[in-house]
């Protein structure tokens, strides 16, 4: 081996084992690495925070007076309250309850019905009472009057002139007739659309010709006319 051949293998091996020298076994350190663990450290853990349950409001409910309420809706609506309109009487409940001091929202669907009952129940009584007590006050010729008035109203369209006129035909007074009639309390204009009606069924009439029908029959001419324009329509 020649000198120069001993001195590149020198070299070689001196270049190999500072390559050695200088490669670090352990992994470098990634820039910031530190940081960011002292951050997340830093860090408190997060919480679940478990709320209360959600509990609907309750509405107190109050013992009602029903009798109480029952008198108080009669006083207010006076001696004729069971001749009321339902409308009437269900406002009347309930400026009741308030006027009595109770809220309207406590008072229970049980109370409001038996205060329905009741007040339902008293009409029915005091409407027979006041029924029987007109009654009473009626001659013979007047009950019997109205009897028949009710009997021809029953089958037959009539105007208030001609069902005077046909009791009299029957032998009433014209005062027990005409009472008869107008206890009766008929819609004549009602009466005047049907009679209108039944004359378009069976017969050909001109507008004309079937109000001066029914003048004929007793309405009047403004019966005669609404029964006609309705019959027409």
């Known amino acids: 081996m020649t000198t120069a051949t001993r001195a590149l293998l020198a070299l070689l091996a001196a270049a190999v084992l ?7 076994t352990d992994t470098p350190a990634t820039p910031g690495t530190d940081a960011l663990d002292a951050v997340t450290d830093a860090t408190p853990e997060a919480t679940t925070t478990t709320l209360p349950p959600v509990t609907a409001p309750t509405t107190t409910t109050v013992a009602v007076d029903v009798d109480a309420v029952v008198a108080s809706v009669k006083e207010s609506l006076g001696a004729e309250w069971f ?3 339902t409308d009437t009487v269900d406002q009347a409940i309930a400026n ?5 001091g109770y809220a309207l929202g406590a008072v229970t669907s049980d109370d409001l019905g038996n205060i329905i009952a009741i007040l339902n129940r008293d009409a029915a ?3 027979l009472a006041a029924e029987a007590e007109a009654d009473a006050s009626l001659t013979a ?13 029953s089958w037959g369209d009539f105007s208030r002139t001609g069902l005077i006129d046909q009791l009299e035909y029957e032998g009433f007074t014209t005062a027990d007739a005409t009472f008869a009639v107008d206890s009766l309390g008929a819609d004549w204009m009602a009466q ?4 209108a009606e039944g004359y ?3 017969g050909h009439f001109s507008r004309q010709e079937l109000i001066d029908q029914l003048v004929y029959e007793g309405f009047t001419q403004a019966e005669a006319e609404h029964g006609v324009a309705i019959a027409y329509r």
């Open 141 to 153: 010729e007047q009950r019997n009057a109205v009897g028949s008035a009710e009997s021809y109203m």
């Open 18 to 24: 500072a390559v050695g020298c200088s490669t670090d």
């Open 96 to 100: 009741a309850l308030v006027r009595l």
């Open 200 to 202: 378009l069924e069976w």
């Open 192 to 195: 005047a659309v049907k009679s």
């Open 83 to 85: 001749t009321a309109e």
């Open 125 to 127: 009584d005091e409407a």
